[in-house]
């Protein structure tokens, strides 16, 4: 039912106090070239691009999920960018070296990072 | 390559100016609706939940798209929650009821949108 050839959810998370992040590694740069190279290639209408909030996997941003495979890439650079849409977007290939790792090892670190986050807010709610 | 049972994007865009967006039209609500729904129904760790920017459908929010299906659903009330947690997520059949329509009106819709917005960019850019 998606209504786009691919559908991109790219992660633009700012978090405080110099903590890692998509933002503060550069995400706001690869949205902006993922446009633009989208628009060269003449798939602005085909290509749905999303920003999102965290995936969970802060450390090793900027990360992008594409559908409808459910391809996760990490540490997208803009010099990345082309390559995603030449090899993924137009050729139907996912980009391997990008890729963020197996599915196990995805769900672990997402979940772990997760329960810290819920740790710390309950700390922050106990005022500690 | 997707590490979750299922994965959910909400829309949670905020738009200055009184224009109608997923914000204005509860998405925090229906947000914490269904984290606490999923933690009732121990999905927590199955169904891992996104916020996005916008899908481009803001007259109708809120709006969320769940994969790896790719179905787009609308107009979603906190007293939707249970029902959607209950019989997609639970029994895998997607609510038909709150599905946001078929491919090609979705697509023209957002489309639409999406070149409106550019306009109004454009507009501001030329300081009219």
Known sequence: MEPFRYHVY???QEKPGGKPCCSAN?????LDALRAELGKAG???????T??????LCERGPN???YPEGIWYSKVSTEDVAEI??????????VTRLQSGDEATLRGEILENKRR??????????GR
């Open 43 to 49: 798939l602005g209408d085909e290509v749905q691009v």
């Open 51 to 56: 920003t999102s909030g965290s995936l969970g």
């Open 10 to 12: 790219l992660c633009t």
């Open 26 to 30: 550069g995400s706001a740069a690869v």
């Open 64 to 66: 992008l999920v594409v």
């Open 85 to 94: 849409v030449r090899e993924h977007f137009l050729g139907g290939k996912p």
């Open 117 to 126: 986050y819920l740790a710390s807010l309950a700390a922050q709610a106990a």
